[in-house]
């Protein structure tokens, strides 16, 4: 059974950065897939940034230039460095891992919610 923990999220001001991060209970090598995504209330789930084959990474639109996506191996960690924050950005942030292409987003955490406010 695979868990992924978001944690990191909170309220900040329009401009602020927060970095949130995903640990995995297993070896992140295990994934052929990571990323984040996002819903905020009443919109649909939207992908925001991922690691696919190869390690490349992968960013929706509107957030290329502000979010960083990254990873450490050693804490089974992945990260979403989020900076210029918008109050358009906020909504809950899941991470979501899959060990397969064919599924890339099986695993899902909880998810951690974002709030960008004056």
């Known amino acids: 059974q695979v868990q992924l923990v978001e944690s990191g999220g909170g309220l900040v001001q329009p401009g602020g950065s927060l970095r949130l991060s995903c640990t995995a209970s297993r070896s992140i090598f295990s994934f052929a897939a990571m990323g984040w995504s996002r819903q905020a209330p009443g919109k649909e789930r939207e992908l925001v940034a991922s690691?696919?084959?190869?390690?490349?990474?992968n960013y929706a639109d509107f957030v290329k230039g502000r979010f960083s996506i990254s990873r450490d191996s050693s804490k089974n960690t992945m990260y979403l460095q989020m900076n210029s924050l918008e109050p358009e950005d906020t909504a809950v942030y899941y991470c979501?891992?899959?060990?397969?292409?064919?599924?890339?987003?099986?695993?899902w955490g909880q998810g951690t919610q974002v709030t960008v406010s004056s």
């Open positions: 690691f696919t084959g190869g390690g490349s990474r």
């Open positions: 979501h891992a899959g060990v397969s292409l064919l599924r890339p987003r099986e695993y």
